[in-house]
């Protein structure tokens, strides 16, 4: 039985253990297979993963370079913001620009005519402008001309002046020497006008010695009033007249005798006192003095005395000869006077 068992077995094993076998074998082979693939790939892998670092490296070096270059480009978009920004705000104020020049575009239509009048005006002006440039040029141009004319004249003048400058040295030589000569012919006239008024001074000595009611004051013949004229008047009385006759006669005669370059005079003043006159005639003591040196002057021109070589003036009562007030004195400030001098 058991036998018959074991056959059993067998014929059952006999059908079903080549399938297995060749599952196994199979099997094996798969996995010889596998773990030869296993095995390349492990060496592949190996190989791989060598490969791998070196590339890891290079692509660490490629992700630093990387960095840097996203870096500079955050800087550069950084900027570009900053531009775009500022773009922006430029747009911006573009756009409010244009809303005004559109508005003013409106109000241009309107100020167009008003603008081409101005225009207009303005060129009208310009040319206006221009003419009177014009004129203004040609003016210029004359004045020029004149200016250059004037500088000749006054080129001319400064050799004229020059000319005269050395002319008036010359002069001036020339009048020094005539002063020199005319102040040496003066001395001369002086000393012999002096020599004819001793002479004079000495013929009327000898022909008043014996009036007490003439004196001699310094160069001066002095007459007291009451010898010639009455109180208060001015014309002389024939005592007067008597006294002055011989005086007019000596000086006729001298007059004849000085030479006729020496220029003499007679000179005859009046003098009164300090008693003022109110009459009709002599308002005050001026006119009394001053007839009473004329009356003296016409009786003199009467007696052949040249009237040219007469000079009559009156003094009042202002240059007395005495300071008292008594009668003694105010009879010597009345008085006529006489000199002769040059005129």
């Known amino acids: 039985?058991?036998?018959?068992?074991?056959?059993?077995?067998?014929?059952?094993?006999?059908?079903?253990?080549?399938?297995?076998?060749?599952?196994?074998?199979?099997?094996?082979?798969?996995?010889?297979?596998?773990?030869?693939?296993?095995?390349?790939a492990q060496f592949f892998a190996t190989q791989e993963s060598a490969g791998k670092d070196t590339v890891l490296q290079r692509l660490n070096r490629q992700l630093s370079e990387l960095t840097s270059l996203l870096s500079l480009e955050k800087g550069k978009a950084k900027e570009s913001?900053?531009?775009?920004?500022?773009?922006?705000?430029?747009?911006?104020?573009?756009?409010?620009?244009?809303?005004?020049?559109?508005?003013?575009?409106?109000?241009?239509?309107?100020?167009?005519?008003?603008?081409?009048?101005?225009?207009?005006?303005?060129?009208?002006?310009?040319?206006?402008q221009k003419s009177v440039s014009t004129e203004a040029l040609a003016k210029v141009d004359l004045l020029n001309q004149q200016l250059a004319?004037?500088?000749?004249?006054?080129?001319?003048?400064?050799?004229?002046?020059?000319?005269?400058?050395?002319?008036?040295?010359?002069?001036?030589?020339?009048?020094?020497?005539?002063?020199?000569?005319?102040?040496?012919?003066?001395?001369?006239?002086?000393?012999?006008?002096?020599?004819?008024?001793?002479?004079?001074?000495?013929?009327?000595?000898?022909?008043?010695?014996?009036?007490?009611?003439?004196?001699?004051?310094?160069?001066?013949?002095v007459f007291e009033s009451e010898v010639l004229f009455g109180s208060g008047e001015a014309s002389l009385t024939p005592e007067g007249l008597a006294a002055l006759d011989p005086i007019a006669t000596a000086i006729a005669d001298l007059g004849r005798q000085i030479p006729k370059e020496i220029d003499w005079v007679v000179q005859i003043n009046g003098h009164t006192d300090i008693r003022p006159i109110a009459s009709a005639q002599f308002p005050?003591?001026?006119?009394?003095?001053?007839?009473?040196?004329?009356?003296?002057?016409?009786?003199?021109?009467?007696?052949?005395?040249?009237?040219?070589?007469?000079?009559?003036?009156?003094?009042?009562?202002y240059q007395p000869i005495e300071s008292g007030t008594d009668e003694a004195s105010l009879q010597k400030n009345r008085r006529i006077e006489l000199k002769l001098t040059s005129r």
């Open 149 to 221: 004319q004037l500088r000749r004249q006054i080129a001319a003048l400064n050799d004229a002046l020059e000319a005269s400058e050395k002319k008036g040295a010359e002069s001036d030589k020339t009048i020094k020497d005539l002063g020199q000569r005319l102040n040496a012919a003066l001395a001369r006239q002086v000393q012999e006008l002096q020599r004819y008024r001793s002479d004079f001074f000495g013929r009327l000595r000898d022909l008043l010695k014996d009036r007490k009611d003439i004196r001699v004051v310094g160069d001066r013949f």
């Open 284 to 317: 005050s003591n001026w006119e009394l003095s001053t007839a009473r040196a004329s009356s003296v002057v016409k009786h003199m021109i009467a007696r052949g005395v040249p009237p040219e070589r007469l000079v009559a003036a009156g003094y009042g009562e």
């Open 1 to 40: 039985m058991a036998m018959g068992r074991g056959r059993r077995r067998s014929a059952e094993y006999g059908e079903f253990w080549p399938g297995y076998v060749d599952v196994l074998s199979t099997l094996l082979l798969v996995v010889t297979f596998l773990m030869s693939v296993f095995m390349i």
């Open 81 to 128: 913001e900053d531009q775009v920004a500022e773009l922006q705000a430029m747009l911006a104020t573009l756009k409010s620009d244009n809303e005004k020049l559109s508005g003013l575009a409106a109000l241009g239509d309107e100020s167009t005519k008003s603008a081409t009048a101005r225009i207009g005006a303005l060129s009208s002006e310009l040319d206006a």
